[in-house]
């Protein structure tokens, strides 16, 4: 079954930077398009990143130049870098990929002090 085991959130200052890993494992890692996305509390889920087979990567206005997303085929992990960080960028992270459905890792927490 597909499995996504998020790992690396903490606290963090401002302008500090963490680096998030997703362990997958239960389908074709590489070639699966993988992404994160982040929940705020009191807010909707939002897309952060996303990363294709090819390594053609997107990302949403208010991290760009700031976070970077990256995969590992032979370790089937994907990875978000994230510098310069922000007190907006507090949330829970999670790992996604898209299956015939979506899946989800268990999501970790992120937060950034002002």
């Known amino acids: 079954q597909v499995q996504l085991v998020e790992s690396g959130g903490g606290l963090v200052q401002a302008g500090g930077s963490l680096r998030l890993s997703c362990a997958a494992s239960g389908f074709i890692f590489s070639i699966s398009a993988m992404g994160w996305y982040r929940q705020a509390p009191g807010k909707q889920r939002e897309l952060v990143a996303t990363?294709?087979?090819?390594?053609?990567?997107n990302y949403a206005d208010s991290v760009k130049g700031r976070f970077t997303i990256s995969r590992d085929n032979a370790k089937n992990t994907v990875y978000l870098q994230m510098n310069s960080l922000k007190p907006e960028d507090t949330a829970v992270y999670y790992c996604?990929?898209?299956?015939?459905?979506?899946?989800w890792g268990q999501g970790t927490q992120v937060t950034v002090s002002s």
């Open positions: 990363i294709t087979s090819s390594r053609y990567t």
């Open positions: 996604n990929t898209y299956i015939q459905k979506h899946y």
